[in-house]
């Protein structure tokens, strides 16, 4: 640690010098920064630049490391207190789970990342410095799902009744939606301007009617869970405020009706003139029988109707999948292969090497009962922190941004894939970042 601590200083006299301006400035280098950051993933979820996979991992460390140095406290780096015990414990879990699960092959670098990542994080987290920020990142998360939008209406129209948008896949469109979208809440709630407030409120039902045309049972989940943690944050704050919340609310819904009934013809109409005037060349047609937005909700209805469904139809036939998996669970994982090949009953139809359709068990089922375990463990004592956050700061709305995040992480996982193939590195940064809840010794006030 202190040889990482020598290094470091030096790194962050360095950043003194570069960051040694106004607030204002910093704030607007960190928006810029992660509108780049949420673009980066945009281009690689629509495979628009093809890459290898090790690039993407190259350059989503530097990305990382990036943002960890625009967010450094100016005060000199220092160790953090720590629970020893949990520590310790949990420490001597990584390196079981590296030593006998599918992972060896990147045990060593698993075990490196652990402190380097804990020793920056921590600082960040008990310096406060990332709450100082979160209104340019939420600035820049609003910002990038209006960039989403306009990409949207430029390049790929509404052709059917689900939408797949230009990410080429609903649940990616819903996933990097509702991803930021507890970034516009924030902002929501943030704001004194009651214009820029309903705007932002008009903005949310634009991008919810989106989810709706993408057809998503698992984005109607993750959109739900969202507005539920705003709503009982309104709830918490009633005190005062009773027609303001009401009002937010009733326009919300308005807004939802509206935009469910005029954005497929606004999106396809704009479309249509970008084309003549830029002359897109290979641009996808839009259907002479164009959709009405009768047909997009008649197939949403469809999607999440339960009448005359048993459950394995009601969830696409992930009931078989899940079976499937789990009956291969054992403790090591497995390393040959990370899907496998499953008969869905309801259509009567086999599938060849299908993931898990739920982050959870794929995890398990990839990395071992151990391994999957604590990451499992962790997540779920992660959640309840963050509620615990929720209850003893109900006038933040930080609290329940955090809530949210997690909350659609979960959402998520328990229907799709949240760590495409799986990368360790996600996995580790994830239960980094949720152990950071159980390893910090003292926080401020105990918020976040």
């Keep these: 640690m202190n040889l990482i601590q020598s290094i470091f200083d030096k790194i962050f006299f360095l950043h003194g010098k570069i960051f040694n301006v106004q607030k204002k400035a910093k704030d607007l280098i960190l928006c810029i920064y992660m509108i780049i950051f949420n673009l980066y993933y945009f281009i690689i979820m629509s495979n628009m630049i093809q890459m290898r996979s090790a690039y993407k991992v190259v350059i989503h460390f530097i990305l990382v490391l990036g943002l960890v140095f625009i967010l450094k406290p100016q005060n000199r780096i220092e160790i953090p207190k720590i629970r020893k015990n949990l520590s310790f414990a949990l420490w001597m879990l990584f390196i079981a789970i590296s030593i006998v699960s599918c992972v060896i092959n990147v045990s060593l670098n698993v075990i490196a990342t652990v402190p380097l990542v804990f020793f920056l994080f921590f600082n960040i987290y008990s310096g406060n410095e990332l709450i100082k920020c979160l209104k340019p990142i939420s600035i820049a998360a609003t910002i990038s799902l209006l960039l989403l939008w ?89 005190k005062g405020q009773v027609i303001q919340t009401i009002l937010k609310i009733i326009f919300l819904a308005v807004c939802i009706f509206i935009c469910l009934n005029t954005i497929l013809t606004i999106h396809n109409h704009v479309y249509k003139y970008a084309n003549q005037i830029f002359s897109f060349q290979s641009q996808p047609s839009i259907p002479d029988d164009e959709i009405s937005p009768d047909d997009s909700l008649d197939i949403f209805e469809d999607r999440i109707g339960i009448d005359g469904k048993d459950l394995n139809q009601i969830s696409a036939g992930r009931i078989d999948i899940w079976k499937e998996y789990v009956s291969h669970f054992n403790l090591t994982g497995h390393k040959d292969t990370t899907d496998i090949t499953v008969t869905v009953g309801y259509k009567d139809e086999t599938f060849q090497s299908i993931s898990a359709h739920n982050t959870f068990i794929q995890v398990i089922y990839d990395y071992g009962l151990l391994a999957g375990g604590v990451f499992l463990l962790v997540v779920i004592i992660g959640l309840l922190k963050c509620g615990y956050f929720c209850i003893i700061n109900r006038k933040d709305y930080k609290s329940f941004l955090l809530l949210s995040i997690v909350g659609n992480f979960v959402a998520v996982g328990m229907f799709n894939s949240t760590f495409y193939y799986y990368n360790y590195i996600n996995i580790m940064y994830f239960i980094l970042i949720l152990s950071s809840f159980l390893l910090v010794k003292k926080c401020d006030s105990d918020t976040i």
């Design 150 to 238: 306009i990409i949207n209406m430029v390049c790929m129209p509404i052709q059917s009744a689900q939408y797949y948008s230009k990410l080429n896949s609903p649940i990616g469109l819903c996933m990097y939606i509702t991803t930021l979208l507890p970034f516009v809440f924030y902002l929501i709630e943030q704001i004194r301007h009651m214009l820029l407030k309903y705007l932002l409120i008009l903005f949310v039902a634009v991008n919810l009617t989106y989810i709706v045309y993408s057809a998503s049972r698992t984005g109607l989940v993750c959109a739900i869970c969202i507005i539920g943690v705003w709503v009982v944050y309104l709830i918490f704050n009633l």
